[in-house]
């Protein structure tokens, strides 16, 4: 018998790492990517704790580190005015969690992953979409441009809109609207000590994030309707809705680049899926479970996805039977993390005087405790382990790899 063929529709940071995770599992993969280029559309994000230990079953921890900043001191949560509310320790993080956040760009963490496949194994400005989900006894067929090709797997990492989650499951409501829309840049880092970490104010907020090329990741998020653009550009919308909040936020509003500031509205699962399969395909990512960027999981999920899905799918038996465990696996663990995001959301949307400031006491009460117990608190996210297989972690690096032009 051949090696068993998956089709990955979507070459983001998910797909990517599925697509590595199966290949090293036994699998012929093929990744089908709308896009002209695997040039990412983003800037910067946080690979946390439980992202970095799935990456490390796959050989790639370490380059992903290595490429990456790890905040220390002189970071936390501030109000717009400069006052510091909560101190944070990326040490004490490590600490408790054997990792720091490694902060990186985000075209990095794609070259790394797609470094792990052949030019031949990822098409890009190649649309693919599923025609038949298939079943125990037949293969999916999934039409692509070069014609309609069956496959023993496929995985739907095909973002926000999915249409192949449209497909599985017709009558869920999708994502819905979070109320924030968010906009992200890499600008040059200041002069002196960057005050890394978030700036709450009312219904908005600002963060900063260390890159080892000597620039900042910057991010913010507001409440905003849905699929609005500012006339004059989106720094200007930052300029008038964060130009008055404390150094250097407006220094770093202004050093950016106007055309490389992106703004997106914010998406969320409001409703469960029934599961993350169906037949031979499976949903990974955003097309299973969007959620809000206020835990800065959303890639970090993926990233799980991917390798729980490569552990499962490896074993050469029932594909049915393994994507239906694969989604045992996965959906309430990331429902429980849309929601904590979907919680902090929350505490981001208070926009009254006197709700601000009962926020505000709390976080700063917050900051006082031992650091045990902000800990314990986030302990169910980040303290995931990757699955083992009988073989030992989910793969090794495969031999004879050639980076993805």
Known sequence: MGSRQAIVLGAGIGGLTAAVALRRRGWQVSVYERSTSLDPVGAGLGVAPNALRALDSLGLGAEVRGRAALPGDGGGLRRPGGRWLVRTNGDALAKTFGDNVAVILRADLVQVLADQLTSGEVHTGATARVLDPGSAGARATVATPDGEQPADLVVAADGIASQTRDLLFPEHPGPRYSGFTAWRTVVPAPDGLLPFGETWGRGMLTGLMPLVDG??????????????????????????????????????????????????????????????????????????????????????????????????????????????????????????VVQRSRRLSRAVAVRSRAGVVARDFGLALGGLLPESVPARAVMPVLDWRPPVTEAGLVGAPGPGTTAVA
């Open 215 to 336: 620039r900042v990741y910057m991010y913010a998020s507001a409440l905003a309707p849905a699929g609005g653009h500012s006339p004059d550009g989106e720094q200007a919308e930052l300029r008038r809705r964060f130009g008055s909040w404390c150094t250097p936020i407006p220094q770093l509003i202004e050093s950016a680049e106007p055309e490389k500031v992106l703004r997106n509205d914010v998406y969320e699962m409001g409703v469960p899926l029934s599961a993350y399969n169906k037949g031979r395909v499976a949903l990974l990512g955003d097309a299973a479970h969007a959620m809000t960027p206020f835990l800065g999981q959303g890639a970090c999920q993926a990233i799980e996805d991917a390798v729980v899905l490569g552990s499962l799918a490896g074993g050469g038996g029932d594909v049915v039977g393994e994507l239906a465990a694969y989604s045992a696996a996965r959906l309430a663990r990331t429902m429980m």
